[in-house]
C-alpha cells in the first residue's frame, strides 16, 4: 500500500528553494470574508430551512436528507463510462454503480494541484503527462482534489486545462481548492457554479444555504443499487480567506447528518475522504514517525482546528482522507486507525523543485472487501 518510496519511514528534504513560501505570502494578502464578497455564492435553490438539496427535500433540522438510501431509486438519467454507471439522485448524493465484466477493484486516479494557466509551456507539459497515466492504468474514475486552475490571479484566466480534463475521456470531479475562487475577478475569471457546468462528464455535487452554495457531496459505491452501498466517498471544498482555508462549520453539519440518515438506513460502509487542504493531524501523524515519504515543505493545515478528524474518527467508518495543496509533501500513514494520504501534485503550473516528479495516485478500492480502501500508490508516465 502506499508510494514507492514505502520501504522507508517519511524524511525531511533541504528546502532549497522558495516558492513555497512565495504561495503562503501570496495568501496573506487574499482579505477576510467579511472584506470581500464570496465571488462563488449563488442564490439559494430553497431558504425555507437551513441546508438544502435541488430536490427541495430537508429534515426538521435544516440538513439535507439527499443521502437517504432508495433502492432502485433514481432523479437522472443513468451514465455509462465502461464498467461503471454514475446515478445521481440528489443534488448532493450520486450512486456509482461498480460491475466489471471480470471480478477487480474499482480505479480511481486522484490528481491534485494542476494550477493550470496561460503564459508558458506547462499547461502541454501537464496534457501529456495526465494522458500517459490514463493510458497506461486505465482508472475509472478521476478525483481531482483542488488547485485545479489559479483562477485567483489578478492577470488572465484561461480554461486549456478545462479541456483537458474533460479530454481524458473519463467521469471526474474537483473538490474546489483555495485557488480556484475567482479571487481577483480578473478576465476569465469563473465561478465555482460555472466550472461546475463548465465540467464534461463531470459530477460534482453541493447543498444550498440561504446565501451560499457548498460544494459537499457524496459517492455511495454499489455492485448492486438495490442493496445498500458497498463504500462510500465524500468530498468537501475549502475556503480562500483567512480563517476559512478548512472544511466549512456547514460541511461538517451536513456530514454528521448523512451519519444520522446513514444509521437510520443501516448503512454502515467504509468512508474515504477527500480535500484540498490537508488536516491539522498530517503535520502530528509526520511528528510521530510513522510516516512513510517524503516531506519537502510544512504542513499547511491552514486553517483546520482539528474537529474534522474527530467527527471522522467519532463515525467508526472513515478509512482515509486524501489531500493536496502541499506540492512537496507525498507521505502517508495510519493516525487513529485512519490512513492520511497526500496526493502526488500533478501539474508542471504551480512550484516545487524542477527535479521532483509531477504524477498522481492510483487509488483501489474492493467493493467485496470489509474495508474497500485497498491500496493508493503514486503513478508517474512511463516513458
Given at each position: 500500500?502506499?508510494?514507492?518510496?514505502?520501504?522507508?519511514?517519511?524524511?525531511?528534504?533541504?528546502?532549497s528553494?522558495?516558492?513555497?513560501v512565495?504561495?503562503?505570502?501570496?495568501l496573506k494578502?487574499?482579505?477576510?470574508?467579511?472584506?470581500?464578497?464570496?465571488?462563488?455564492?449563488?442564490?439559494?435553490l430553497?431558504?425555507?430551512?437551513?441546508?438544502?438539496?435541488?430536490?427541495?427535500?430537508?429534515?426538521?433540522?435544516g440538513?439535507?436528507?439527499?443521502?437517504?438510501?432508495?433502492?432502485g431509486?433514481?432523479?437522472?438519467?443513468?451514465?455509462?463510462?465502461?464498467?461503471?454507471i454514475?446515478?445521481?439522485t440528489?443534488?448532493?448524493?450520486f450512486?456509482m454503480?461498480?460491475?466489471?465484466?471480470?471480478?477487480?477493484?474499482?480505479?480511481?486516479?486522484q490528481?491534485?494541484?494542476t494550477?493550470?494557466?496561460?503564459?508558458?509551456?506547462?499547461?502541454r507539459?501537464?496534457?501529456?503527462?495526465?494522458?500517459?497515466?490514463?493510458?497506461?492504468?486505465?482508472?475509472?474514475?478521476?478525483?481531482?482534489t483542488?488547485?485545479?486552475?489559479?483562477?485567483?490571479?489578478?492577470?488572465?484566466v484561461e480554461?486549456?486545462?478545462?479541456?483537458?480534463?474533460?479530454?481524458?475521456?473519463?467521469?471526474?470531479t474537483l473538490?474546489?481548492?483555495?485557488?480556484?475562487?475567482?479571487?481577483r475577478?480578473?478576465?476569465g475569471?469563473?465561478?465555482?457554479?460555472?466550472?461546475?457546468?463548465?465540467?464534461k462528464d463531470g459530477?460534482?455535487?453541493?447543498?444550498?444555504?440561504?446565501?451560499?452554495?457548498?460544494y459537499?457531496?457524496?459517492?455511495?459505491?454499489?455492485?448492486d443499487?438495490?442493496?445498500?452501498?458497498?463504500?462510500c466517498?465524500?468530498f468537501f471544498?475549502?475556503?480562500?480567506?483567512?480563517?476559512?482555508?478548512?472544511?466549512?462549520?456547514?460541511?461538517?453539519?451536513?456530514?454528521?447528518?448523512?451519519?444520522?440518515?446513514d444509521?437510520?438506513?443501516?448503512?454502515?460502509?467504509?468512508?474515504?475522504?477527500f480535500?484540498?487542504?490537508?488536516l491539522?493531524?498530517?503535520?502530528?501523524l509526520?511528528?510521530?514517525?510513522k510516516?512513510?515519504?517524503q516531506?519537502?515543505?510544512d504542513?499547511?493545515?491552514?486553517?483546520?482546528?482539528?474537529?474534522?478528524f474527530?467527527?471522522?474518527?467519532?463515525?467508526?467508518?472513515v478509512?482515509g482522507?486524501?489531500?493536496?495543496h502541499?506540492?512537496?509533501?507525498?507521505?502517508?500513514?495510519?493516525?487513529?486507525?485512519?490512513q492520511?494520504?497526500?496526493?502526488?501534485v500533478?501539474?508542471?503550473?504551480?512550484?516545487?523543485?524542477?527535479d521532483?516528479k509531477?504524477?498522481?495516485?492510483?487509488?483501489?478500492?474492493?467493493?467485496?472487501?470489509?474495508?474497500?480502501?485497498?491500496?493508493?500508490?503514486?503513478?508517474?508516465?512511463t516513458?
Amino acid at each position: 500500500m502506499g508510494s514507492e518510496d514505502s520501504v522507508k519511514k517519511a524524511e525531511s528534504l533541504p528546502l532549497s528553494w522558495s516558492a513555497a513560501v512565495h504561495r503562503r505570502e501570496f495568501l496573506k494578502t487574499i482579505p477576510a470574508l467579511s472584506t470581500i464578497p464570496a465571488l462563488s455564492t449563488i442564490p439559494a435553490l430553497s431558504t425555507s430551512s437551513g441546508l438544502s438539496t435541488s430536490s427541495g427535500l430537508s429534515t426538521s433540522s435544516g440538513l439535507s436528507a439527499a443521502a437517504e438510501f432508495t433502492p432502485g431509486g433514481q432523479t437522472s438519467a443513468d451514465q455509462q463510462f465502461g464498467d461503471l454507471i454514475m446515478r445521481r439522485t440528489r443534488s448532493d448524493h450520486f450512486q456509482m454503480i461498480f460491475q466489471p465484466r471480470e471480478p477487480r477493484p474499482l480505479r480511481l486516479l486522484q490528481l491534485t494541484d494542476t494550477h493550470f494557466h496561460p503564459g508558458d509551456d506547462t499547461n502541454r507539459a501537464t496534457e501529456v503527462m495526465l494522458k500517459q497515466i490514463v493510458d497506461q492504468h486505465q482508472p475509472d474514475f478521476i478525483v481531482h482534489t483542488g488547485d485545479f486552475v489559479n483562477n485567483d490571479s489578478d492577470k488572465l484566466v484561461e480554461w486549456t486545462g478545462m479541456e483537458i480534463l474533460n479530454g481524458l475521456g473519463r467521469p471526474w470531479t474537483l473538490c474546489f481548492g483555495n485557488h480556484d475562487y475567482p479571487v481577483r475577478n480578473a478576465p476569465g475569471a469563473k465561478s465555482l457554479e460555472e466550472i461546475r457546468l463548465a465540467m464534461k462528464d463531470g459530477f460534482q455535487g453541493y447543498i444550498d444555504t440561504e446565501n451560499t452554495r457548498s460544494y459537499c457531496y457524496r459517492y455511495d459505491l454499489h455492485t448492486d443499487s438495490d442493496l445498500p452501498p458497498n463504500a462510500c466517498l465524500f468530498f468537501f471544498q475549502v475556503g480562500y480567506a483567512e480563517g476559512d482555508r478548512r472544511i466549512s462549520d456547514i460541511q461538517l453539519s451536513w456530514f454528521e447528518q448523512q451519519l444520522k440518515l446513514d444509521h437510520q438506513h443501516d448503512v454502515n460502509a467504509p468512508i474515504t475522504v477527500f480535500v484540498h487542504i490537508p488536516l491539522i493531524e498530517y503535520r502530528d501523524l509526520f511528528d510521530s514517525g510513522k510516516a512513510i515519504g517524503q516531506k519537502g515543505e510544512d504542513v499547511c493545515f491552514d486553517s483546520d482546528t482539528g474537529r474534522s478528524f474527530e467527527l471522522f474518527q467519532k463515525s467508526g467508518r472513515v478509512a482515509g482522507v486524501f489531500c493536496g495543496h502541499d506540492h512537496v509533501n507525498n507521505y502517508f500513514g495510519p493516525w487513529k486507525d485512519i490512513q492520511l494520504v497526500y496526493g502526488r501534485v500533478s501539474g508542471w503550473g504551480g512550484y516545487g523543485p524542477k527535479d521532483w516528479k509531477r504524477g498522481g495516485r492510483l487509488i483501489t478500492i474492493d467493493l467485496n472487501s470489509p474495508k474497500a480502501l485497498q491500496d493508493f500508490s503514486e503513478v508517474y508516465p512511463t516513458l
